[in-house]
């Protein structure tokens, strides 16, 4: 009775321990699964120890069951949606400083200010209005401390000579009409000019004098040592900016004879006469020399009270020579060789 008691038990307990641990249902039936080999040695024991011969107890080998395996999970079954895998972080962008563009690069540069230009249009604008394409980046210097004229300068102080050659007419015995003495001679002058800045061209900064104007008075001295005086004025009119630039030279002011030769008694003293006129014109380089054209007129000195023999002939002269600046040299030369020259070569009637 006892035997068959145990029998029963281990039966009931194999049947326990072989039956699957209960699940929580889902929506979905879970797969069928093979069962396992722990199963079956499980029943193969208890058969085992139920035909045990009677009177022999045997213990029943108990194992844990394995764990069986979840079924995958499937997530339209429950209208899950499943969350989003998280994204990679986003780069942020670094301002980066762009590089100035290359000084020769193609293409149009427009300037740093205003007016904002590109330099096509700067050399449009330039070539619009007469000026150079390519403006110098400073000031020319004048040399000789503005002693010698020059665009660049203001206020010059010249001191020019002149030597040439002149044709001279002077009537001769006032009493005979038509009577006239014709001779040609030499001619010199010594000039101060004073050269004023009247009209100024500008060309950016810079500023360039194109016509000056000022007073000049000087000496000219002629064969017949007589001296004369003069007063006026004296302009120039420069082409260009540069220093040998083309220039126009004029002059003109009033003549009057300062000492010669007295003719009573042949001495040199001081004479008096009437005024008279001066007046030249020339081209030249600069403010080193210009190649002259003029001519003079000496009036009479017709008063009653004055005897013949001491009377003023009318005169004058036309002449052509070469006027320059005395501190390069040549001009001064070129005057006190013509002066002697007149003086020991030249007889005057």
Known sequence: MSALLSLSVSWAMSLALAQPPVQTPTSAPPPVQTPSSTTTTTTTTSTATATSPAGTTTAPSVQSPKSPELPVWDPSATGAVPAAPPEPPVPVPVAETPAPPAADAAGPQEKPGPPFYTDAEMQQLRLRHGLEASPPPSERKSRWRCLIADPTCGVVVEVQATSGYAYRVRQGDVASPGDLNKWSS?????DVW???????????SFKYTRVSLGPKGGIIASDSKDVWGNVGFAGRYWFKRGRWSPTIEFSSGLAFKVAGIQKPDGRFDN???????VADIGIGLGGFGAIVLGGQFDSPLAREDVPEKVRT?????FYIGFRGNILWGAPA????ATHAAAL???NAP
Do not use: D, W
């Open 186 to 190: 030499a001619r010199v002058q010594y």
């Open 194 to 204: 004073v050269s004023i800045p009247t009209l100024v061209e500008q060309r950016g």
């Open 271 to 277: 004479v008096r006469s009437p005024i008279g006129f």
């Open 313 to 317: 002939q009318a005169g004058g002269m």
């Open 333 to 336: 030369v070129f005057g006190v």
């Open 344 to 346: 020991r070569g030249v």
